[in-house]
């Protein structure tokens, strides 16, 4: 069993609205110096030995991102 | 002449969708997600609502679904396709068309009436408009955006395949006011304006959303 992260973040020319608006509510509550901020999605898959590298990859790019509008990084985190 | 419809958990719109198929003139014909079954259809309208309550992306999880498989297979033979709103988001997810569709730029859930140019009336669901026509019927979305790359939006362009342009106001920050496209053919077209709001003065805006489903009549017709 392993944990692997898998972290989708909106490519780097795609607009963030979210991410805008995360941005320009920090200083109303005090935090000054973030220039900006960019949202995306988080996932912990929890995976038999069996998997490899390789199916974890087509399971990144094949559901859970869109390879359209999103970059995906996978990361085995414990083994 | 039988025009599917297909309702996913979530769906909304499928009630609307079936009415203009038949008031258009066609039989309208329930397709149930989970199964892999057409039920002997001639097109098949993908409505809109938040299948699967849109997790992980809009469509993404409907783009799976039993239905969708038999979808994917029919239109790669030729029957017509229509995408509404979240169906439009079904088959973008399911690569049927190209693109997607993002939080709207605005992050505000759009509902009003939208004009809209037809810029190509020569596809199998838009061939009862004039070329150049503008028609008005209800936008309701909040992840309507639609964004590709840069290279897919200028072939899009340049093969005439923008189907549906905003006129106006843009409400979602479209990539080039883009309302609505079509696949190479023309048999496979998204929007995520309704159509099927605007069928009847007493229920919507006007009529002009009914041209499309009675161009997709001439269209099986004439195949």
């Not at chain 2, 066609?26 to 609502?49: F, Q």
Request: hydrophobic share 45%; glycine share 10%.
């Amino acid at each position: 069993m392993a944990r692997v992260v898998v972290d989708v973040m909106p490519k780097p020319e795609i607009l963030d609205p979210q991410g805008q608006a995360v941005a320009r509510a920090l200083p109303r509550l005090g935090f000054a110096g973030v220039r900006d901020v960019r949202q995306g999605k988080h996932f912990e898959l929890d995976v038999d030995d069996s998997v490899d590298d390789e199916t974890l990859a087509k399971i990144a790019e094949g559901l859970l991102s869109n390879p359209v509008i999103e970059d995906f990084v996978v990361r085995r985190v414990t083994s | 002449m039988t025009v599917g419809v297909i309702t996913f958990p979530g769906t909304l719109d499928d009630e609307d969708a079936a009415r203009a198929v038949r008031r258009a003139g066609a039989e309208a014909v329930p397709l149930w997600h989970g199964d892999a079954d057409l039920r002997g259809v001639d097109a098949v309208v993908v409505p809109g609502g938040f299948s699967y309550g849109d997790y992980l992306r809009a469509g993404a999880i409907a783009r799976f679904a039993p239905v969708m498989t038999e979808v994917i297979a029919a239109a790669g033979r030729g029957m017509p396709v229509l995408g509404i709103c979240n169906g439009f988001q079904v088959l973008c997810e399911a690569h049927l068309l190209p693109g997607a569709m993002l939080r709207n730029a605005g992050l505000h859930f759009v509902c009003r009436d939208q004009r809209l140019r037809v810029e190509n009336s020569a596809t199998a669901w838009t061939s009862h408009y004039t070329p150049g026509a503008e028609i008005v019927v209800p936008v309701k979305n909040i992840d309507g955006r639609y964004t590709a790359s840069q290279s897919t939006v200028d072939e899009l362009e340049a093969e005439g395949r923008v189907v549906f342009r905003y006129v106006g106001t843009n409400p979602n920050g479209s990539m080039n006011d883009i309302a609505g496209i079509s696949d190479p053919t023309g048999r496979i077209v998204g929007l995520m304006p309704h159509p099927e709001h605007a069928i009847d003065a007493l229920t919507g805006p006007g009529e002009d959303g009914l041209g499309m489903f009675r161009s997709v009549l001439t269209a099986v017709v004439s195949a």
